[in-house]
């Protein structure tokens, strides 16, 4: 999921900054959830299945940025093979870890397929994409290349609207890996989930923004003041180390919301 974003000394830090405030938020929310959902307390009613415009708007967006700064991110890459293989090795041994764990506490916390799956997917498409340009062109910026982008981004629109058609049909617990919702009573309880429908095309479109804006890999803003560096530095922080945030936060959150409750600050 991270990459170093630099070429010289003017790291992309913008970017490492939305990441960073990406993930926060990811944090955040699940904070919320666990408070609501697995302790049991009646706060933060927003994330509830009835609070349309958060799962409308605000959880879009956030997975957005997220997304698509990891589009951006192929760019800075030097070998996306490699990127693709450490990710799908962490994504299975994640849902290795939180499959076994669901099994025996009941938690609902098992992920089949989330985020980290399809970022393996979509890195592992376009460094097929990139290489094959590479080899054929000698660029990595080359029309034919940046042309078959644009035909992923558009086919994954088109997919999105055409996809949920079938879902009042179909029984097959693992459709929803390309965003097609089963059957209410074929569903699977899971912690997390995310498709590759809508999402591999933000992916793809932040990949072409990567392409036309970040050329020379390096910040687009290199005269930023220092007070504004120092303030983003935190979320800097966690957008280059969004991995390993993304995989212990929950625990750690977890365990603290559980300390507190055994000390009776929750009640």
Not at 97 to 115: E, K, R, S
Request: a positive charge.
């Amino acid at each position: 999921m991270e990459e170093k974003l630099q070429n010289g000394s003017k790291r992309a830090f913008e970017l490492d900054l939305l990441r960073g405030f990406a993930i926060f938020m990811m944090v955040l929310h699940h904070f919320a959830f666990d408070l609501r959902f697995i302790l049991g307390y009646d706060v933060f009613a927003f994330i509830g299945a009835e609070c349309t415009w958060f799962w409308a708007f605000i959880h879009p967006f956030f997975i957005c940025i997220f997304v698509g700064i990891s589009g951006v991110c192929c760019q800075f890459s030097r070998n996306n093979f490699r990127r693709a293989l450490k990710l799908g090795i962490i994504a299975l041994l994640f849902s290795v870890a939180t499959i076994t764990a669901d099994h025996f506490l009941h938690l609902g916390c098992a992920i089949y397929f989330n985020v980290l799956h399809m970022l393996t997917v979509a890195t592992l498409l376009f460094a097929v994409i990139d290489h094959v340009e590479q080899k054929k062109t000698g660029s990595r910026n080359s029309k034919g290349g940046t042309l078959a982008l644009l035909l992923i981004v558009l086919l994954c629109i088109f997919l999105q609207h055409g996809l949920p058609l079938y879902n009042y049909t179909i029984k097959n617990n693992w459709v929803f890996i390309l965003g097609i919702e089963p059957v209410e009573s074929s569903r699977i309880i899971m912690g997390d989930e995310l498709a590759l429908f809508p999402w591999l095309g933000v992916f793809f479109v932040g990949v072409l923004l990567g392409r036309l804006v970040y050329t020379d890999k390096k910040t687009l803003f290199p005269n930023t003041p220092k007070p504004v560096l120092a303030v983003s530095r935190p979320f800097e922080w966690i957008g280059r180390n969004s991995l390993l945030v993304y995989i212990i936060h929950q625990p750690i959150v977890l365990g603290i919301l559980y300390l507190l409750q055994y000390l009776g600050v929750l009640k």
